[in-house]
Each structure stands twice: as structure tokens, then as C-alpha cells.
């Protein structure tokens, strides 16, 4: 089996500070982590010790929905963060979407081809 | 009882690009948050629908190691992150510390001086 990771896609078309992105990242790590520790205790067992986390960079919005929809069609955890709009966003702005702790061969077929953030 | 909140401390002495940033605070809000589901269920689990996360700055190492510290002399969950070094930092650096969560004015009184990254 290949090596267990969480890749978490970034939208670099809303201006969010370096505080903010990393809160949002945490929300979609954290998210996504528990959804896999529930339906793949294996995967979250694996992933635990090395907790290999990778951020990359999206264009927009149908990016991140684009790479939710293909992380559910294949059975992968996810989430997607909406942010609550307290600071900087208007309520709701999708900011991030987070695929994993999963097998990096099947991550990758979602997100292979972006560049790290 | 007052709100319950997770606290990331980020050193801004070391050079770090904004997704390495949010990848060190995803570690720690991962393995903090695993670390109050086990200690502390009830915080965690009124902390679940909210997931309040703020990422605040510290000059430097010496920070870190005081919040870790007193949070550790509170009872309160915490997690240091050290990077693994594969790029950009030395191997071992630590880069961020998470407390919480837990509640919010058990919190302030180790990281309530601290501004927002």
C-alpha cells in the first residue's frame, strides 16, 4: 500500500492573511481527519505517526467543488470549509477542501497535478 | 462556562512560506484536538460544531516553550509541533505550539497577550 496522506486544496482568488489560511487549513484538517479516523481507522492508524499533510493551490471555487465531488465519488474522506465570516470573508466563501488522511496513489488522481501553495 | 477555543502560537522568527505555515498549524490543531477528544471529551465535543481556532504570533522559540509550559501546569491539552525538515527548516525545528481545546478563560491567561498572525 502506498503511503497514507491528507492534501488540502487552498483558493488563492479570495484575499485571506496568513492567519486566516492557516485557521482555515486547521478547520479542514481537523474535519477531515475525524471523518477518516470513523470510516477508515486503518487509513487514520497509518497516517497517525507520520501525519503527512500537503497544501496545495487552487484557482477558485469550481476547483475546490470539482475536487470534493471526485474525493466523494471515490470514497475518500473530505471536507470542505465555509467559512463563518466573522473576519476578512463574506459568510459562507468556500476557503479550502481537504481530501484525506487516504492512500497517495488515490489522492492523487484528485489533486496530482496542482502545486504546493 | 465560557467558550471553548483552540489557540495556535506561531513563531514569525523563522522563514516559512504561507502553506508550510498552515500545514505546521493543521499538525498541531490535529494532534491538540486528538488530544482533548482523549482528555477531555466534553471540551472537545462542545468545541466540535464550532471548531474556533486562533493562530496568534510569538517573537520566538523561548515562547513557544513558556505556552507549552503553562498549559501543561493548567491541565490544559496542548501540542508542539517540530517539523520534519524534508524542506526549507532544520529537522527538529519547532514551529508552533496549539492549546486547547478548552475553555476560553483558562486559555487567555497563557496566550491572551498575544496578536493575531
Redesign the interface.
Known amino acids: 500500500m502506498s503511503a497514507i496522506k491528507?492534501v488540502?486544496a487552498?483558493r488563492t482568488d479570495i484575499k485571506m492573511?496568513?492567519?486566516?489560511?492557516?485557521?482555515?487549513?486547521?478547520?479542514?484538517?481537523?474535519?477531515a481527519?475525524e471523518a477518516a479516523r470513523v470510516s477508515h481507522p486503518d487509513w487514520w492508524n497509518e497516517w497517525w505517526d507520520t501525519?503527512e499533510?500537503?497544501?496545495?493551490?487552487v484557482p477558485g471555487y469550481g476547483d475546490l467543488e470539482e475536487i470534493r465531488r471526485e474525493a466523494a465519488r471515490a470514497g475518500l474522506p473530505y471536507h470542505m470549509v465555509r467559512d463563518a465570516g466573522h473576519t476578512q470573508l463574506t459568510p459562507g466563501t468556500a476557503t479550502c477542501v481537504s481530501v484525506g488522511p487516504a492512500p497517495e496513489h488515490l489522492i492523487d488522481r484528485i489533486t496530482g497535478g496542482l502545486s504546493?501553495?
Open positions: 491528507q488540502i487552498v492573511g496568513r492567519g486566516k489560511t492557516a485557521a482555515q487549513v486547521g478547520h479542514a484538517c481537523v474535519l481527519a501525519q499533510k500537503v497544501v496545495v493551490r504546493l501553495l
